[in-house]
């Protein structure tokens, strides 16, 4: 099993920045890929942005240029950078690890609240 804790939410106002950690404990040598999603009320859980174990990243279109993903493996952590923050930004952050050679998210964290007012 992966356990999955994710630190860095809060209130930030628009055009503002914030960085999200997670970190992984657990069975970490199974783990592959990390992503983070997000889910705003009423929406479904899309995904913001992934990396994979070596170091290939991916990005919503709606984030691009302004989140940056990144891992330290020798910390089993992974940061979400996110920078020009917009009120529709707002939603509750997901950590989650990819299974290696499952090709689905399996594991996740707790989730942290990211609010940004304009």
């Known amino acids: 099993q992966v356990q999955l804790v994710e630190s860095g939410g809060g209130l930030v106002q628009a055009g503002g920045s914030l960085r999200l950690s997670c970190a992984a404990s657990?069975?970490?040598?199974?783990?592959?890929?990390m992503g983070w999603y997000r889910q705003a009320p009423g929406k479904q859980r899309e995904l913001v942005a992934g990396?994979?174990?070596?170091?290939?990243?991916t990005y919503a279109d709606s984030v691009k240029g302004r989140f940056t993903i990144s891992r330290d493996n020798a910390k089993n952590t992974v940061y979400l950078q996110m920078n020009s923050l917009k009120p529709e930004d707002t939603a509750v952050y997901y950590c989650?690890?990819?299974?290696?050679?499952?090709?689905?998210?399996?594991?996740w964290g707790q989730g942290t609240q990211v609010t940004v007012s304009s």
């Open positions: 990396i994979t174990s070596g170091s290939s990243t």
């Open positions: 989650a690890a990819e299974k290696y050679g499952s090709g689905v998210y399996s594991y």
């Open positions: 657990g069975s970490i040598f199974s783990i592959n890929a």
